[in-house]
């Protein structure tokens, strides 16, 4: 087989059989298949799309290009949980611990900010000394110990995704159905999660713009989960402006320990709490959705998550004195400005994805793969679609670390809202869910 033939395939639209599949993906991480190449079927793909059988099929090698865990012995039941994506999209660091402080074990591999949208991995690393980057063995034990971690994928674990995610990055070819699918599917086939709830999101800031588009994706990964045996709930959550208030790394952390701490903004707060009902549920934790939730209040309330965090932020080798006082200890950038509303009104509109590209622009993402980024800089948001503003009032508040950065984000974020002068709904947390389970609903 040539690499060059399997491109030029899939550029005419042609459906790939498993083995050019598994030729090419196996070439690609063992180094035989360099990543123009990868690159160049990569754009195939997001253009002329793939079969779910192709789908299928991909996710199934890119989850055997590495190890495959099986977390049994160290627990009966494990939950895991994966976001198609967003701005401003902390979830994992809320719900994780959270759940987990319930007894129910989650073992997440999670990846790093992907074009406009952020990764978890870049958000932990904003706390001084955190690990991401565990060896199986780590993995396994944090598991076994407290219950609770959260880790990138290894050299070990799914090194097919770990070398595609940071190529479609750098090439624009993240916006693709299959690739997504499989990217995400094939690192939780591979962390040995009995249950998973998929935070898909859907809107101006994911990669997904339709509610169609979205349970297409959706129902894509629930079919290729059930196929492997695992339960899956997809939940369809607005990503229409970004999640809470904060965009950037350290911005996040900072938000999310507010969280946890029970001060969060409040959709946010509703969003983790509606994710983290989903998992009690799938990991048989409470009956109905009811129950789910008001364990989901109480782990907050009581302490119990914040306190599992900040295990998790220790065994990692992160700074806890950091994430107790984040205000002072978490990376701050020098540059703090607002951008003001020019008149008053009531916010119709926010550019989501606009605010994902602004922060990029201020250094919290990366342009092309393996740029370092600041952890510092950000965006906080301060109005929300549906909040009243007056003339002259802060919309966000920049956080930046170079003027001409700062700039050239501003220049995008005074494009980035829309006021009217009638009042506007605010927009919803959720748009549906699908699910292995029946009789489930949000
Ligand atoms: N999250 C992933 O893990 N992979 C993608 O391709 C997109 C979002």
């Known amino acids: ?78 939950v895991d949980k994966h976001s198609s994506g967003g701005v401003g999209d902390k979830t994992t660091l809320v719900v994780a611990p959270l759940v987990a402080s319930t007894g129910l074990p989650v073992a997440k591999m999670s990846g790093r900010g992907l074009g406009f ?80 709830v998929l935070d898909v999101k859907v809107g101006e800031g994911a990669f997904m713009r339709t509610v169609d588009e979205a349970r297409s994706l959706a129902e894509l990964m ?10 899956i709930t997809a939940l369809l959550s607005d990503m229409n402006q970004p999640l809470g208030h904060a965009v950037g790394n350290a911005l996040e952390v900072t938000e999310a320990v507010a969280t946890l701490r029970g001060h969060g903004p409040a959709d946010f707060t509703d969003h983790c709490l ?15 959705l009811e129950e789910a939730l008001a364990l989901a209040r109480e782990q907050l309330a009581s302490g119990a998550a914040w306190e599992r965090f900040k295990a998790m932020v220790a065994h990692q080798g992160g700074a806890v004195e950091a994430v107790e006082d984040p205000g002072r200890m978490l990376p701050r950038a020098r540059l703090v400005e607002p951008v003001t509303a020019p008149r008053a009104g009531h916010v119709a509109w926010i550019g989501a994805r606009d605010v994902g590209l602004a922060s990029v622009l201020l250094g919290a993402g990366r342009e092309k793969k393996g740029d370092p980024i600041d952890h510092a800089v950000g965006i906080v948001v301060h109005k929300k679609v549906g909040d009243p503003v007056e003339a002259g009032e802060p919309l966000m508040t920049l956080h930046a670390n170079d003027a001409g950065r700062l700039a050239a984000a501003r220049e995008r974020l005074e494009r980035a809202y829309r006021l009217t002068e009638e009042p506007v709904e605010p927009l919803p947390l959720f748009h549906g869910l699908i699910s292995t389970r029946a009789g489930l609903a949000l």
Do not use: N
């Open 1 to 78: 087989m040539r690499a060059v033939d399997i491109i030029a395939k899939k550029r005419d639209g042609g459906r790939l059989s498993s083995e050019e599949i598994r030729w090419f993906v196996e070439g690609y991480v063992r180094g035989d298949i360099p990543d123009y190449q990868a690159a160049a079927w990569c754009m195939a793909v997001l253009f002329r799309g793939m079969t779910p059988e192709e789908t299928a099929v991909l996710t199934e090698v890119m989850a055997h290009s590495g190890e495959v865990l099986d977390l049994h012995h160290i627990a009966p039941r494990v």
């Open 117 to 196: 949208s952020g990764g978890t991995l870049d958000k932990l690393e904003s706390i001084p000394g955190f690990r991401v980057e565990l060896s199986r063995d780590e993995f396994m034990a944090q598991v076994a110990e407290i219950g609770l971690v959260v880790a990138a994928q290894t050299a070990e674990l799914v090194p097919a995704d770990r070398r595609l995610y940071a190529l479609r990055d750098a090439t624009a070819t993240v916006e693709s159905l299959p690739l997504i699918a499989s990217s995400i599917m094939a690192k939780k086939l591979a962390g040995g999660a009995d249950a998973i």
């Open 222 to 231: 629930v079919e290729i989960g059930r196929h492997h045996g695992r339960e």
């Open 274 to 288: 509606t994710v983290a009902a989903h998992m009690l549920l799938l990991g048989d934790r409470a009956s109905s």
